[in-house]
DNA sequence: GCCAACGTTGGC
DNA sequence: GCCAACGTTGGC
């Protein structure tokens, strides 16, 4: 089982959006690596949600994946803001992978907090101008960060 | 294959 | 709104 950390934006959907839905697919992801990351994921892999451009970003909660390979709708829709021409049915070139909500942390842990505590080598998230938006997270870093925000709130 | 221009992410 | 970081694109 492994760790991972993604990103969203509250606005656009949040925690919160994804407690009142229980499962979501991880669409719109647009950038290689991120993609790669995403297939390299297995059922039962857990993911920190992280909170970016909030006041304050950080870490807010925990997902799980529930289903992995599952191609990206969001491509083949013209009106989506997701939309590419590059892509066909045939040969489409991004996927995603469904994630379900497995709780809240009792507390945010900031972005100022994991810089404090963590290093760049520990987590790519705290590295000034990060732009990728899911990052694989080692079992030893994942076990500091359960121990520093205790268990979720289901 | 190089590299400049450009676009996107995301903190501040 | 600014800007750092860095991926992508396209001319050559």
């Known amino acids: 089982m492994a760790w991972w950390l993604m990103k969203s934006e509250p606005e656009v959907y949040g925690i919160d959006h994804l407690a009142a839905e229980g499962t979501t697919l991880w669409d719109g992801i647009r950038n290689y690596q991120a993609r790669n990351f995403m297939r390299s994921m297995a059922v039962g892999d857990q993911a920190f949600f992280y909170h970016s451009n909030a006041s304050p970003p950080g870490i807010v909660g925990l997902m799980e994946v529930v289903e992995t390979g599952l191609v ?25 992978v469904r994630l379900a909500f497995r709780g809240r942390f009792a507390r945010l842990l900031s972005l100022e907090e994991l810089r404090s505590g963590f290093s760049v080598e520990d987590l790519a998230v ?5 732009r990728l938006s899911i990052l694989p997270v080692a079992d030893a870093i994942a076990a ?10 289901s």
């Not at 590059?86 to 995603?96: A, F, G, H, K, L």
């Open 72 to 96: 990206d709708p969001s491509q083949f829709d013209p009106q989506s803001h997701y939309f590419d021409p590059r892509s066909s049915r045939d040969q489409p070139r991004w996927d995603c």
């Open 144 to 153: 500091r960060l359960l121990e520093t925000l205790g268990p979720v709130q």
């Open 126 to 130: 705290v590295r000034r101008g990060n």
